[in-house]
Every structure is written in C-alpha cells, then in structure tokens.
C-alpha cells in the first residue's frame, strides 16, 4: 500500500531553463494537458523539449503551441505529431484572466516546466514580459552581488 506522501510526488519531465534568463516572471499557474496514450508514454520517458514554446487563447480555449513530444517507438502507427498544438486545461475564470492579460501590449504566457503529479501530466505556465539585453546584463550583476555577499557573510561565520 503506498503511503500519502508517494502520490505527491512531482515527477518533471522538462524545464525550460532559458524562460527566467529572458523574460520577467510576474505570475505562475499550473494547468492540466490533455494529450493521446503515446504522447503520455514518451513524457514518461523524459522524451520532451518546451524551449521554443509557448500558450495561445482561440476560440475561448488554451494551447500550447512549439512544445516537442517526441514520438514514441513502440506506438507503430498509432504514433502522434510531435509539435501539435496542445490543449490546456484550466479553471474558466483563470483563463479569462490570462487571456486578458495575453492580449496586453509585451505579455506572454510561456511553460517553465512539465511534471506529472498524481500520475497527472501538468505544466506550470509563467506569465512573462520579454527582457531587453541591457536588463539582462543588470540582473547577473545584481546575482553576482547577492552571492558575493552570501558568500561573505559563510566565510565571516566559519571564522
């Protein structure tokens, strides 16, 4: 019998290391995917790339469109697309507010990772405002200080 800490587990499967070095991360929220038997094997796999991805509103629905799932082997030809557009599942009201927040000037809403939690495939969604280069290069001097201090205040206490 599994105790109930096992089925809260989170399994991730990809993460999109670049999404918080390019954009601002104002909010987060996890969405459900909805996608066929092999696409659930191959992301048991670990087999996914959320890099050039990112989430769309039509039709009063959520996708997310650029994700790769790679085809799964054993599937034969019951095999899925690998870049199909992937619907999304959410709450109605946080889709309102998202949509309304998309269709502002320089949001987007890109997935920063893709888990299973209780054997169900989530992905956590950041709604993002692009960075410029100059910003870019402001926020590694502010973490290079933040970890210079860090290390400063270890070093005064092992002393």
Excluded: C
């Amino acid at each position: 019998m599994k105790n109930k800490d096992s089925t809260r587990e989170v399994k991730i499967v990809a993460r999109n290391r670049r999404a918080r070095h390019d954009y601002y991360i104002e909010t987060t929220i996890e969405a459900g995917l909805v996608l066929v038997g092999s696409e659930v094997k191959s992301l048991r796999q670990g087999r996914a790339d959320i890099a050039d991805a990112y989430a769309t509103v039509r039709d009063g629905e959520i996708f997310l469109v650029g994700m790769h799932i790679a085809a799964y082997d054993k599937a034969g030809h019951f095999n899925h697309q690998p870049r199909q557009p992937r619907k999304l599942l959410l709450h109605k009201s946080s889709l309102r507010r998202l949509a309304a927040k998309i269709n502002e000037r320089g949001y987007t809403l890109i997935p920063l990772e893709i888990y299973f939690r209780k054997g169900w495939a989530k992905v956590l969604l950041g709604l993002a405002r692009g960075r410029k280069q100059h910003d870019n290069r402001a926020a590694i001097l502010r973490e290079e200080g933040r970890r210079e201090m860090r290390e400063a205040a270890r070093g005064q206490r092992e002393h």
